[in-house]
């Protein structure tokens, strides 16, 4: 058995997870679509937070950038330019929501149970990570600069296509 020293590494892990944890679940237990997304932004970057503490800081930075800046508001424009009608409420079911219940905690249940009978191996010692920023720049305009080109054209080709839609659909 190993001992774990609590460190402000371990102190960020678990406060990232909370983040993730509590975001996804709001994903799936709010009913507005844009506190849906708002949750999911607050994943996205405890996700890069993550990648913070695994040193890939090059995928956190994307990750914020991507994820959590682009996606997200293009789903929030998306959901701004259509109509939404307010669907009526599914009857509760009181069956279903104790099995799905009792299925969640046997899940846990096992999964913590595994968790705890395994025996992990000696970890190795910590060696930094190369910084590979500056490989995956020039691989990316060197090697491919034609498709990450060909990629920017097709968004913006995209975008415009939903600013007509979007106009379209207005007039």
């Known amino acids: 058995m190993f001992t774990i020293d609590f460190t402000g590494e371990y102190a960020a892990f678990f406060l990232f997870s909370a983040i993730m ?10 009913e507005k679509v844009v506190h849906m997304i708002v949750s999911m932004a607050a994943v996205f970057l405890g996700l890069a937070g993550m990648f913070v503490l695994l040193e890939a800081e090059f ?24 109509k939404h ?20 905690l046997s899940l846990f249940g096992l999964l913590f149970y595994a968790i705890r009978r395994t025996t992990f191996p000696e970890p190795l010692p910590f060696q930094p990570g190369e910084d590979n920023t500056m490989a995956i720049g020039m691989t990316l305009y060197t090697g491919y600069m034609i498709p990450f080109e060909l990629l ?20």
């Open 59 to 82: 995928v956190a930075f994307v990750q914020v950038l991507i994820y959590a800046g682009a996606i997200s508001i293009l789903m929030i424009f998306g959901i701004m330019m259509t």
């Open 85 to 104: 009608q307010q669907a009526e409420q599914a009857p509760v079911r009181p069956l279903k929501e104790t099995l799905a219940i009792i299925g969640s």
């Open 152 to 171: 920017s054209v097709l968004l913006t080709v995209a975008f415009i296509g939903a600013i007509v839609l979007a106009k379209k659909e207005a007039d």
């Open 21 to 30: 944890i509590c975001g996804a679940v709001l994903m799936i237990m709010l």
